[in-house]
């Protein structure tokens, strides 16, 4: 029996129009061979986690650069939260300073990847902390 892919959902919460580097780590993602969803510029994070439950997504990717993380990150977790969603890994990157990753990583981002991360580690770190 083949194993079921890894399904991805890539993203971008909030009023920020660039996703370059969504795309690239969405890219990298799918050339590991896990299967992307990506949801376009500025989502809500009502709407980012409507369809982290729709697409049944086993990890989400918060993309970010506007500088709005400490509001959007925690409320698309609080979302996902209110709905029972325990089961997906949660990952932000982005630019986002240092001092602010602990208060991420406290309400519920398990990881954040900041520019220059080199997107095998972002694989890595998916593929070791997988909650399915």
Same mark, same amino acid.
């Given at each position: 029996?083949?194993?079921?892919?890894?399904?991805?959902?890539?993203?971008?919460?909030?009023?920020?129009?660039?996703?370059?580097?969504?795309?690239?780590?969405?890219?990298?993602?799918?050339?590991?061979?896990?299967?992307?969803?990506?949801?376009?510029?500025?989502? @809500?994070?009502?709407?980012?986690?409507?369809?982290? %439950?729709? *697409?049944?997504?086993?990890?989400?990717? +918060?993309? #970010?650069?506007? &500088?709005?993380?400490? @509001?959007?990150?925690?409320?698309?977790?609080?979302? %996902?939260? *209110?709905?029972?969603?325990?089961?997906? +890994?949660? #990952?932000?990157? &982005?630019?986002?300073?240092?001092?602010?990753?602990?208060?991420?990583?406290?309400?519920?981002?398990?990881?954040?990847?900041?520019?220059?991360?080199?997107?095998?580690?972002?694989?890595?770190?998916?593929?070791?902390?997988?909650?399915?």
């Amino acid at each position: 029996m083949l194993e079921r892919k890894i399904r991805v959902l890539v993203a971008k919460p909030g009023l920020d129009g660039h996703d370059r580097g969504a795309k690239v780590i969405g890219r990298a993602l799918r050339d590991a061979g896990m299967e992307v969803v990506y949801t376009g510029l500025r989502q @809500t994070p009502e709407q980012i986690a409507a369809t982290t %439950l729709q *697409e049944d997504v086993d990890v989400l990717c +918060l993309s #970010i650069l506007s &500088g709005a993380h400490n @509001t959007l990150f925690p409320r698309v977790t609080a979302l %996902l939260k *209110e709905n029972d969603v325990d089961d997906v +890994l949660v #990952i932000g990157g &982005g630019v986002i300073p240092d001092e602010d990753i602990p208060f991420l990583k406290d309400h519920g981002i398990e990881a954040v990847f900041t520019p220059g991360t080199n997107t095998e580690d972002v694989v890595s770190f998916i593929k070791t902390n997988l909650k399915r």
